[in-house]
């Protein structure tokens, strides 16, 4: 039996019981090589579920849907090792408690699709490890490199074109598991921090913004970079921040549920005297 | 519409030297909303004062601007002359053209065109300012010292004669720091111990002390007025209440030879013990490090040999929590370690000693009766060579700072050598003589004069063993020849240091520290007793080196600062607080992390039947210190702080 239909009769099975309320997978999307989400309700449902290498979207952010979680059932998902670190995150967050939610685990290499052991999040503590140890040869990027190596100017440049083509349709924010803020910053015009305008002013303001706001919480798992209908790549900007994080502070996103917020926890044996 | 009055002051010529403050405030009464704009010699004296009050009430101005000092200078004192005018002094806000402007820059133009960008920029933040009002909170009378050295008993002792609570926590077994060590005290040289163990005793049996010692305070939670404190008193083995300090355990103990704290090693004590004879409580406690019962499992002779039983190995640590209104901080020095110094041979050679071993040498009280022999084989030496800089100013070393009183007390140490053993020579190796203080100078020169020291000028490179005596190279720079001396002991003038554990301890209770260690105080000169941190004062050598009389005064200037603040029932904040707005708060809880002072709590936002909602952040304005971390770090810009709202903020930003 292959993967999916593996897991295909687990989803009924759990439907069928009354485990979970709800199932979030993937089913067949508008072009051959595409996937759309599936929010599965009835064993029926199921028949449609399809599991590949071309299910890459992380899911995690559709269990922040208004009301979803709020009757406290349980719901399965779908989930890449991203996912399950944007689980520990949002966990850690207080957006979602982590007992609720039933991971559905695999893993895509290759073309070909390996489902993971485990239901609870901490149960994928070994691999996340695992994960943060490859992580510093895993972020790097020819692109980024390339990046790093320009001057100030050229840098600026780069970004600046990049980011000429920006539609302000903030499909980044929409597509992101952790922009669940109800309003978001560059909603806010009581002052308006960040300017509206897809000019340079703009679209720097936003990016930078946003590159914060995600630094430490990232997993990479690229939603943003494949909802950007101009191609901006935008991962490239969180994998950096990702970077900083993990070599500055030793701060690797979403390794477990209680894991604290880099830039809003502090040690007391910082090395900063500023730090009480 | 806002009528803002502009003040531009020229602080005699620290401003108006670099900034052109007739054409300022020429081009500043220009900007939209500036109904008034002036300039005047000395705005913060009493004429410029009244001249404030004057356009206020004249021009029914709706916001102030001060162009003039930094806020931390005179701030308050501008809104006080507000509010005495009748507009609200959150009204009031301050340009800081002296320290940001004049101070810095040379060119007058660009110093009077920067100039008016700070005062436009402040213009446009005080037309969005709201009308504040002070905060109330109570005031807890009572207060905590922390350390029982003699600053320590001076401020627990002024605050509890004046009619006040007083909890004085020590960590040592006994109450007298290292002023009990020291023989006699310059420059008058009477007894140490005489003049300090008649304070002990007060400070213990004072009815407003409460007196803790072997007992440390682990943390410092709240604000001023409104501390609390948790304190570990650790186990003593020995129990106050029935013990009657007769001693017979500490003489049956089989563990006698254990280095003595309190004697630098140079004398030994028993496992059970107290740290000296005159110590306060006068009541022993087991050092579990080196008790045979607690390291072998068997012994209990000091047990059996109590006769009142008053002996319990079963004793664990205990925490007590207190409910402090202001805090005192006198933690006290240690002395470097001179191991640093290979070249003096400091723990190689035993008959080279520190400044405060020879204290313990030369004490009625010490190992030796105040007789000077040396450690190696118990001989009166003929021939002393003192250090002094071992280890101050000495950036390559040791510390870069000067410690304050080796000279001071070399000198004494010379004399009462030279008081104690008549036949006896004794050179000190010095850099400069520092001797500023009352009567100090006469003492270092009646050293020099009628003792007969020798004062060599120039540092020591070299001290190697020869036969029994120990040689010294040195040179004397004012002769400009190397010498070599044969001593008999060498004593060095070790630096003072922070306590080891000072940064540690500054971050438990939430103070700023220097570079060394040493904790901060607000303003080196017009506060130099209070520390960062509302509230929480500090005396003594915690903050710097000092000798006696400087510790005691800063330890009666911190308990006049405590009275002070105990004068009132309430205290009055400022309504620098953050708020939260509850509707688009994700409550992501960063904030309540992010909080230093644990101001933020979590709330539930229910219905009408009761049912959670959503749960948001809450500020406590009682414990918000209006940091605006929380501010900072809020994604969704949920929360603001009043007095430096987004607002204010985007407008000041927006103004330059």
Sequence with gaps: MTIQETYKARVKKLLASGTVKMVIGYKPGTTADRRRPHFIRTPEEADQLVLDSACITNLSGYLLSEGLLSDEKAVAIFLKPDGIRSINILAAEAQLNSEQILILGFDSNDNQVTALEGEKVEEFTTLIESIKEQAPEALKNPLLEQIEGMTPKERFAFWQGEFSRCIKCYACRQACPMCYCRRCIVDCNQPQWVNTSSHTLGNFEWNIVRAFHLSGRCVGCGNCDRACPVNIPLRLINAKMAQEVLGAFDHFSGMSHTQEPVLASFKKDDSETFIL | MAKIGVFICHCGENISAKVDCKKLAATIAEHPGVAVSVDYKYFCADPGQESIKKAIRENHLTGVVVAACSPRMHEATFRKACAEAGLNPYMCEIANIREHCSWVHTDQDMATEKAADITRSMVEKVKRNNKL?????????????????????????????????????????????????????????????????????????????????????????????????????????????????????????????????????????????TPFAQSVPNKPVIDKATCTYFKNGKCKICMRSCQINAINFDMQDEFIELEIGAIVVATGFQVQNNAVYGEYGYGKYPDVITGLQFERLASASGPTFGKILRPSDGKEPKNIVFIQCAGSRDPSKGVRYCSKICCMYTAKHAMLYSHKVHDGKSHIFYMDIRAAGKGYDEFTRRTIEEDGVSYLRGRVSKVWPKMSKLMVRGVDTLLGKPVVIAADMVVLATAMVPQPDAKEFAKTIGIAYDEYGFFNEAHLKLRPVESSTAGIFLAGTCQSPKDIPDSVSQASASASKVLALFSKQTLEREPVVASNNEATCAGCWGCVLACPYNAIEKKDILDRSGKLIKRVASVNPGLCQGCGTCVTFCRSNSLDLAGFTEKQIFAEVMGL
Excluded: W
């Design chain 2, 133 to 273: 009002q002070p905060i109330e909170v109570p005031v807890t009378r009572r207060a905590l010292v922390i350390g029982g050295g003699v600053a320590g008993i001076q401020a627990a002792l002024d605050i509890a004669n004046a009619g006040q609570e007083v909890v004085l926590v020590e960590r040592e077994p006994s109450l007298g720091g290292h002023m009990a060590q020291l023989s006699e005290t310059f420059p008058t040289l009477d007894c140490s111990q005489c003049i300090l163990t008649p304070r002990m005793v007060e400070a213990a049996q004072h009815p407003k002390i409460r007196l803790l010692t072997y007992a440390e305070v682990v943390s410092v939670d709240g604000y001023i007025g409104n501390f609390h404190v948790k304190v570990k008193m650790k186990a003593r083995y020995v129990d106050m209440e029935s013990c009657t300090g007769c001693g017979d355990c500490i003489t049956k103990c089989p563990q006698k030879k254990i280095s003595s704290e309190f004697d630098c090693g140079i004398g030994k004590r028993a496992a059970i013990y």
